[in-house]
């Protein structure tokens, strides 16, 4: 660990001036309020059964819904996305003019990615094996198999968002605001067809078009074209009360239990709002930030975290059920949700939490570490095998968040996009996915220029 921490230093001090520091700010925040969202929002029960419940403590107490508004913040992470996308793909076509980048682009983008989520998959899928091979039978290990691995469908649909990152990089720069309207226009036409039509299954292209209509406003950002944040963020918020109070959409721009609409799966037009006024809250927050940054010692942890907090996120739950677990051990009896001692135990709670989610950090960093770059089998053909590789990836772990670990071996699985997918499946498709990015990376060596954005 204290060899990372130097190797941050090194980093924060070498911070070329045209770095823009906020969007790093930007992506550990983010990340951070993630985090800490879900170690909060689980409520969890043990019925009179035995069998562990994990509830959403919005539920519990409706009024905190809109809390929401300002801490469902996945939206700022996809717009930070899309403006470092669209720096190194950039960056690449300017340094290899003669070379088709897009291999090399997805290779470079998706390492970091990728490498820390396989990790996290193997570790969890050789735990789940173990567990199903001795007979381990129990409730509450099946709950925290099946939750553990929701965080994934973020990964893929960043993922998503990097493979088509080059025909959507065009689209913007030939049209600019009118490529984010298409989108934007898409997804209002897809409630239109769900919510008033009945069109069936119409609204799962929305996972699309709203969050990359949000990944495209990071193009914009890069470009500087969101020249007025705090009008963005105006008509964002009035666009999402307007659909709230008017329309069939809930208040929480999170997934609620038992909620017949939900905002973000699949993500809807008031999701899409919502992102608006995020981001032109924090855009219109950049000029104070970029003061606070410029002091060396608050850079300086900004590049500490940014160094693990991918693997913070994808461990996090693992922390959270981990506590849980003890206390299962102990028979330590849960309070009920959102009482005076299940508050009063909040603090323990987070603070064991965090330290155990430090413990997997400590162990597991070093997946998320930039690896050395060089000749890796580029040429004629490669962008296409990227494409494969990343196109099984994304199934892989997407299946993965939808079906988790538990019942690995009786073939418990869920249905993505018309096709069957179980964990075994699942995890096959995303390590092969990974390999592919990897095998078929450009020739490209790592340049200065690749740390201008973020990472």
Same mark, same amino acid.
């Given at each position: 660990?204290?060899?990372?921490?130097?190797?941050?230093?090194?980093?924060?001090?070498?911070?070329?001036?045209?770095?823009?520091?906020?969007?790093?700010?930007?992506?550990?925040?983010?990340?951070?309020?993630?985090?800490?969202?879900?170690?909060?929002?689980?409520?969890?029960?043990?019925?009179?059964?035995?069998?562990?419940?994990?509830?959403?403590?919005?539920?519990?107490?409706?009024?905190?819904?809109?809390?929401?508004?300002?801490?469902?913040?996945?939206?700022?992470?996809?717009?930070?996305?899309?403006?470092?996308?669209?720096?190194?793909?950039?960056?690449?076509?300017?340094?290899?003019?003669?070379?088709?980048?897009?291999?090399?682009?997805? +290779?470079?983008?998706?390492?970091?990615?990728?490498?820390?989520?396989?990790?996290?998959?193997?570790?969890?899928?050789?735990?789940?094996?173990?567990?199903?091979?001795?007979?381990?039978?129990?409730?509450?290990?099946?709950?925290?198999?099946?939750?553990?691995?929701?965080?994934?469908?973020?990964?893929?649909?960043?993922?998503?968002? /990097?493979?088509?990152?080059?025909?959507?990089?065009? /689209?913007?720069?030939?049209?600019?605001?009118?490529?984010? *309207?298409?989108?934007?226009?898409?997804?209002?036409?897809?409630?239109?067809?769900?919510?008033?039509?009945?069109?069936?299954?119409?609204?799962?292209?929305?996972?699309?078009?709203?969050?990359?209509?949000?990944?495209?406003?990071?193009?914009?950002?890069?470009?500087?074209?969101?020249?007025?944040?705090?009008?963005?963020?105006?008509?964002?918020?009035?666009?999402?009360?307007?659909?709230?109070?008017?329309?069939?959409?809930?208040?929480?721009?999170? *997934?609620?239990?038992?909620? +017949?609409?939900?905002?973000?799966?699949?993500?809807?037009? !008031?999701?899409?709002?919502?992102?608006?006024?995020?981001?032109?809250?924090?855009?219109?927050?950049?000029?104070?930030?970029?003061?606070?940054? /410029?002091?060396?010692?608050?850079?300086?942890?900004?590049?500490?975290?940014?160094?693990?907090?991918?693997?913070?996120?994808?461990?996090?739950?693992?922390?959270?059920?981990?506590?849980?677990?003890?206390?299962? !051990?102990?028979?330590?009896?849960?309070?009920?949700?959102?009482?005076?001692?299940?508050?009063?135990?909040?603090?323990?709670?987070?603070?064991?939490?965090?330290?155990?989610?430090?413990?997997?950090?400590?162990?597991?960093?070093?997946?998320?570490?930039?690896?050395?770059?060089?000749?890796?089998?580029?040429?004629?053909?490669?962008?296409?095998? /990227?494409?494969?590789?990343?196109?099984?990836?994304?199934?892989?772990?997407?299946?993965?968040?939808?079906? *988790?670990?538990?019942?690995?071996?009786?073939?418990?699985?869920?249905?993505?996009?018309?096709?069957?997918?179980?964990?075994?499946? !699942?995890?096959?498709?995303?390590?092969?996915?990974?390999?592919?990015?990897?095998?078929?990376?450009?020739?490209?060596?790592?340049?200065?220029?690749?740390?201008?954005?973020?990472?």
């Amino acid at each position: 660990m204290g060899t990372r921490l130097r190797e941050a230093e090194r980093l924060a001090g070498a911070t070329p001036a045209h770095r823009d520091r906020y969007m790093d700010l930007l992506r550990v925040a983010s990340l951070g309020v993630v985090v800490l969202g879900h170690w909060l929002m689980a409520a969890v029960t043990v019925d009179a059964d035995g069998a562990a419940r994990v509830g959403n403590l919005l539920a519990e107490v409706p009024r905190a819904q809109i809390l929401t508004w300002v801490f469902q913040v996945m939206p700022v992470f996809f717009f930070v996305g899309g403006f470092a996308h669209a720096l190194s793909y950039r960056s690449l076509v300017r340094r290899h003019p003669d070379t088709p980048p897009y291999a090399g682009f997805l +290779r470079a983008r998706l390492r970091r990615l990728l490498r820390p989520t396989m990790a996290f998959v193997l570790v969890w899928g050789a735990l789940a094996l173990g567990l199903a091979l001795v007979g381990a039978d129990d409730a509450r290990l099946d709950a925290a198999l099946r939750l553990v691995t929701q965080p994934l469908w973020f990964v893929g649909i960043y993922l998503a968002m /990097a493979a088509l990152t080059p025909p959507l990089l065009r /689209a913007h720069e030939r049209w600019g605001w009118g490529a984010f *309207g298409a989108l934007a226009g898409a997804a209002a036409l897809v409630d239109v067809a769900r919510l008033a039509l009945g069109v069936p299954y119409v609204e799962f292209l929305n996972f699309a078009f709203v969050w990359l209509a949000v990944h495209q406003l990071g193009f914009l950002r890069a470009d500087g074209a969101l020249r007025r944040p705090p009008l963005l963020a105006g008509a964002g918020l009035l666009g999402a009360a307007v659909l709230v109070a008017l329309g069939p959409y809930p208040l929480s721009m999170v *997934g609620m239990p038992g909620e +017949r609409i939900s905002n973000m799966a699949p993500p809807t037009l !008031a999701l899409l709002c919502h992102g608006l006024w995020l981001v032109g809250a924090v855009e219109s927050l950049r000029s104070p930030a970029a003061r606070l940054l /410029a002091r060396p010692r608050v850079w300086r942890g900004v590049v500490v975290a940014g160094g693990f907090s991918m693997t913070a996120f994808l461990w996090h739950l693992t922390a959270m059920l981990g506590v849980y677990g003890v206390l299962f !051990a102990w028979d330590v009896p849960l309070p009920e949700p959102a009482s005076g001692v299940w508050w009063a135990q909040v603090p323990l709670r987070l603070g064991a939490a965090l330290a155990l989610t430090v413990l997997l950090v400590a162990v597991f960093s070093r997946f998320e570490r930039p690896a050395p770059g060089g000749p890796v089998g580029g040429g004629r053909g490669a962008g296409a095998v /990227a494409a494969t590789g990343v196109t099984l990836a994304l199934f892989g772990v997407l299946g993965l968040s939808m079906v *988790g670990f538990a019942d690995l071996l009786e073939g418990h699985g869920a249905v993505l996009v018309a096709v069957r997918v179980t964990a075994p499946t !699942a995890v096959a498709l995303a390590v092969a996915g990974w390999l592919l990015v990897e095998r078929a990376g450009s020739p490209f060596r790592r340049t200065s220029d690749a740390r201008s954005e973020p990472g």
